[in-house]
């Protein structure tokens, strides 16, 4: 089974809660981020969503995951699949780390696998390495002025 895994992270001046807030506030991903929207479902587990994603220089997706994981304050995780599962799976992770008083690191991966991984991997270290750079970063700034505010 072929594997590829895409990581970026931010550390983010708020706390755990602000930042699962703002993440799992998916009605609001058309505010700020510029990522991926829109989102539409609830982070429940079982639940399935609707994600569209737009990478940078890429054209946008569309695809139904279900969420896998939801562990609040911490863990979002998602699995979506192309046609079939070992085709071209992806799960998609977020990952909220307690740094301090006030600080987290945020970190979004995905890990694909399946036979036709090795055909988009160049597409993937680009594009979806660049979308997550943005999102996280449009995170950052929102999770920070929310908690300022």
Do not use: C, Y
Not at 6 to 33: K, Q
Not at 47 to 58: D, E, K, N, S
Not at 108 to 130: C, D, H, I, K, M
């Amino acid at each position: 089974m072929f594997r590829e895994e895409i990581r970026d992270e931010v550390e983010i001046r708020g706390s755990p809660e602000a930042v699962w807030r703002v993440l799992t506030d998916f009605e609001a991903f058309r505010d700020w981020n510029p990522f991926m929207r829109p989102v539409v479902g609830v982070a429940s587990e079982g639940a399935r969503l609707r994600v569209q994603i737009r990478p940078p220089g890429g054209r946008a997706m569309a695809f139904r995951p279900r969420v896998t994981r939801v562990v609040g304050d911490r863990e979002l995780r998602w699995l979506g699949r192309l046609w079939m599962p070992g085709l071209f799976d992806g799960e998609h992770i977020f990952e909220i780390e307690p740094l301090g008083p006030n600080r987290v690191r945020f970190v979004q991966r995905e890990v694909f696998t399946g036979l036709l991984v090795p055909l988009a991997r160049g597409r993937l270290q680009e594009e979806t390495l660049a979308g997550f750079r943005e999102m996280n970063r449009a995170l950052k700034e929102r999770a920070e002025a929310a908690g300022s505010g």
